[in-house]
């Protein structure tokens, strides 16, 4: 497993709330959820998306637009002038005006669609996230700008079909179809070299590095050193560590180190396992040792960082 995978793996689970926007040109819409990323997805109609303080984006339909967490940012057509009348999206899926007059009985026009009209001119479907764990935001502090990349359409077909049933299981048929275009956009624009991508994206495809990570990421509880690292892919322990340094930034015991911590984060808040037993499942047998390696990363012992985590839900 990469490490793109593995922090899209912890991305999923976390739940979208996903939803078909029908929308009658011009119309302003001014997003204020405060969502850690938004997935956007335009159907018919072309958005320009436009936050404050990065560049704006062009999506046609058959792309995908990944957005990273802004305090704001607006919509509209792109081929025309928004309407200055906006309509605010407010945390928590509510919706008023300008003035803070509540919108959502008017703007609902369906189970899981929202908009001005029915077969308007602009219709898109949109997922975002409210949270993200460790690993998942490992991933997504590295999202500088909005992403825009080609959306597979099957994705797209599935995604809009599901959205105009209303069975059981939907909201979980809806949330897998949300993550694999998030994954799908996000490997697509990391591919780019001109995209700063996560540490390791790069050094996947590498021979030497990429399975070195793969056993880093798959079994993390082993008690790897650099020496057995470099038995298991056939290289000597001196090329493997310089290589791994050059192609992920930090040296492969460090990086080990800070993968095990990400994912014992991601236990301490996901599952009621103790402390000593979180320890375990990423490599420590001496709860001390794990506790002052977590100390270290997070600035926190394990059992405040879940106390907080759970302060913060």
């Known amino acids: 497993m990469d490490a793109a995978s593995a922090a899209l793996d912890r991305l999923r689970g976390q739940g979208a709330f996903v939803l078909r926007c029908e929308l009658e040109a011009p119309f302003l819409v001014q997003v204020e959820d405060l969502a850690v990323v938004s997935v956007v997805a335009p159907v018919r109609g072309a958005l320009l998306i436009r936050p404050p303080d990065l560049p704006e984006a062009r999506v046609h339909p058959g792309e995908v637009a990944v957005i990273p967490q802004l305090t704001a940012y607006s919509v509209r057509p792109i081929d025309g002038a928004g309407d200055s009348r ?169 990086y080990l180190t800070r993968w095990r911590m990400m994912l014992a984060a991601d236990l301490l808040c996901r599952t009621t396992r103790s402390g000593a037993q979180v320890g375990r499942d990423v490599g420590y047998d001496n709860a001390f040792a794990f506790s002052t390696a977590f100390k270290r990363q997070h600035g926190v012992a394990p059992q405040s960082f879940r106390a907080r985590d759970s302060r913060n839900r």
Not at 99 to 116: E, F, I, P, Y
Not at 126 to 150: F, H, K, N, W
Not at 190 to 217: K, S
């Open 86 to 254: 906006a309509v605010r999206i407010l945390p928590g899926g509510h919706c008023a005006d300008e003035h803070g007059n509540d919108l959502s009985a008017q703007m609902w026009l369906d189970t899981r669609v929202w908009g001005t009209r029915l077969g308007g001119s602009h219709a898109f479907v949109t997922g975002s996230y409210d949270r993200a764990d460790q690993l998942g935001g490992l991933l997504l502090e590295r999202l500088r700008a909005i992403a825009v990349a080609p959306a597979p359409p099957q994705l797209l077909s599935l995604l809009t079909a599901e959205l105009a049933t209303d069975e059981p299981g939907q909201a979980a048929v809806l949330d897998r179809v949300v993550d694999l275009l998030l994954a799908a956009t996000l490997r697509a624009w990391f591919a780019d070299p001109e995209h700063e991508a996560p540490a390791g994206w790069h050094a996947q495809r590498d021979p030497m590095i990429g399975p070195v990570l793969d056993l880093m990421h798959g079994r993390p509880a082993e008690p790897w050193t650099v020496g057995a690292l470099a038995d298991r892919v056939g290289w000597s322990r001196a090329t493997v560590a310089r290589r791994f340094t050059e192609l992920v930034g930090l040296p492969p015991m460090a």
